[in-house]
């Protein structure tokens, strides 16, 4: 796998954006060395600095240089960009001379030519792309008229054109690179999931960079509360549970992207490979870090819905947000209990102050004395898995069309016959209920598994020190003091 595609896997794109690069690189007319990793950057938005749309910039100044130079309308465009057979420095350096001298000067004096590029005076600073660079450009220039089949051809075509009629005009260099650049953030948005979230995700991998030791990152329960604390009146941050979710897609998407064993920092997703990596510490102990579905679910759509697996809230409360984390809750156990007892007490405090239910209402609940115990979770947890294994029980038994015998037959046939409730308790059961039975069974082991997982994870809480008695009065009065500075005086 080359550099490029390993850069965009880290950054979460879709195979389509995959396709759409090795469409560009695996040509190989490029030989510029470097060029596939700098347009991997690019695309995935990774590129130095802050601004992930200079390259963009540099290519609308490109165009308007090759305008200048005798390059004209689309004609010269696609000569330039796509007719090269080989393209590396020298070649490039070679062409645009080779044009200036057939036009006998630039049709623009906004443009001149140096021994190492191309040079203009670009919002009253002095600018130069280097003829090293333009292999890069190229790249790029033809990975957005081809990207998604070629749908942006066109819309690229009249922008290119445009750009071409006044050259050495600043202002439709800068319309031409913010067009090219709106249409390119909308294909990472779509495509690649860094850039979907990119704001928090930037901001995340930046705290995690701050707090690295020995270059690794260590995304723990402690550091997502942190975060909270500090970032708070960041756009987004601002409950506990959108700060645990955005650091759960975070860490998901190390992981599927194969960054748990190295993840170059510094800015999003690493600009410099000489500027060392960053090595996420993960706790392995959760299992399978493979992508999660949420499997409660389809227990609330057709056909699982016809059968009453899950009554009420007082058997799905329970298990609704550890379900949706899956793997991630066992990972972080204390960061998900303070999301089931606190973050329900901020809703209630957002929804006193949206309805106006006045001071006296939000201050009842900054003491968060509301809230439910560690224990008490706990126990919720414990009750869960029991009805879990029943249902796993019986659900054994519409499943099995009397293959089962002796005891564990016994034990699913009772089990099935003791749940009353609608789908269960039948002494027959038709083609179809047993179709809607082995489509949950699955679902059913995986919650079942999931639960337990992080029962055990408790449990070893439970003996260490402190153990969770401590910590829910530790939490309880940090989430308190919290909550009283965000909205003390907002009633």
Same mark, same amino acid.
């Given at each position: ?20 690069? &090795? ?10 060395? !470097? ?37 004209? !309308?689309?004609?010269?465009?696609? %000569?330039?960009?796509?007719? =090269? ?39 009253? %600073? ?11 450009? +190229? ?24 750009? !071409? ?40 991998? @930046? ?6 030791? @020995? ?35 975070? @860490? ?8 748990? =064993?190295?993840? %170059? ?111 008490? &979770? ?25 293959? &089962?015998?002796? !005891? ?38 995986? +919650? ?44």
């Amino acid at each position: 796998m080359n550099d490029g595609v390993v850069i965009l896997n880290r950054a979460g794109a879709q195979g389509s954006v995959v396709a759409d690069y &090795l469409k560009v690189v695996d040509s190989g007319r490029v030989f510029r060395r !470097g060029v596939d990793e700098r347009l991997a950057r690019i695309v995935a938005g990774s590129t130095a600095g802050q601004n992930r749309d200079l390259p963009v910039l540099h290519l609308s100044l490109l165009i308007d240089a090759l305008n200048a130079a005798g390059f004209l !309308g689309s004609a010269g465009r696609w %000569e330039f960009f796509l007719g =090269m057979e080989r393209v590396t420095k020298a070649v490039v350096q070679a062409a645009v001379s080779d044009r200036i001298k057939e036009e006998e000067d630039w049709s623009s004096s906004a443009w001149s030519q140096t021994e190492t590029g191309l040079k203009t005076v670009h919002g009253g %600073e002095d600018f130069e792309i280097s003829y090293g660079y333009i292999p890069t450009l +190229i790249a790029l220039f033809e990975f957005l008229v081809g990207m998604e089949d070629g749908r942006h051809f066109q819309a690229f075509d009249d922008i290119f054109e445009k750009l !071409g009629r006044t050259p050495g005009d600043d202002r439709a260099i800068k319309d031409a690179s913010n067009a090219i650049a709106s249409k390119f953030r909308d294909y990472r948005t779509r495509h690649i999931e860094w850039a979907a979230k990119q704001e928090k995700f930037d901001r995340i991998s @930046k705290f995690l960079d701050e707090r690295a030791e @020995k270059s690794r990152w260590r995304i723990d329960d402690q550091s997502i509360f942190d975060f909270w604390i500090l970032h708070w009146e960041g756009k987004g941050f601002k409950e506990y549970r959108t700060v645990m979710t955005a650091f759960i897609d975070f @860490k998901r998407l190390l992981a599927t992207s194969a960054l748990a =064993m190295a993840s %170059e920092t510094a800015t999003p997703l690493g600009t410099d490979k000489d500027s060392g990596e960053i090595d996420p510490e993960m706790d392995e102990r959760a299992g399978d870090f493979g992508e999660w579905s949420n499997p409660l679910s389809p227990f609330s759509e057709a056909p699982l819905n016809q059968v009453n697996f899950f009554k009420g809230e007082s058997e799905n409360a329970p298990l609704r947000e550890l379900m949706r984390l899956g793997p991630d809750a066992v990972d972080l156990p204390i960061a998900f209990l303070r999301l089931e007892a606190f973050s329900p007490i901020q809703s209630e405090i957002v929804a006193d102050l949206r309805f106006k239910r006045g001071a006296d209402a939000v201050a009842s609940r900054l003491s968060c004395s509301q809230a439910q115990t560690y224990d008490t &979770l706990s126990i919720g947890y414990d009750l869960a898995a029991e009805h879990v294994e029943r249902v796993q029980r019986a659900t054994l038994h519409a499943v099995a069309d009397g293959a &089962l015998e002796g !005891g564990i037959a016994d034990e699913a046939e009772r089990a099935f016959r003791e749940l009353r409730r609608k789908g269960f308790g039948k002494s027959e059961i038709d083609e179809d209920a047993r179709e809607t039975f082995e489509v949950a069974a699955d679902l059913i082991v995986r +919650i079942g598994a999931n639960l337990n997982a992080f029962r055990r994870r408790l449990d070893a809480l439970k003996t260490r020190d402190p153990d969770l008695n401590v910590r829910f009065t530790d939490d309880s009065k940090a989430f308190s003091n919290h909550f009283a500075t965000m909205y003390g005086d907002a009633s």
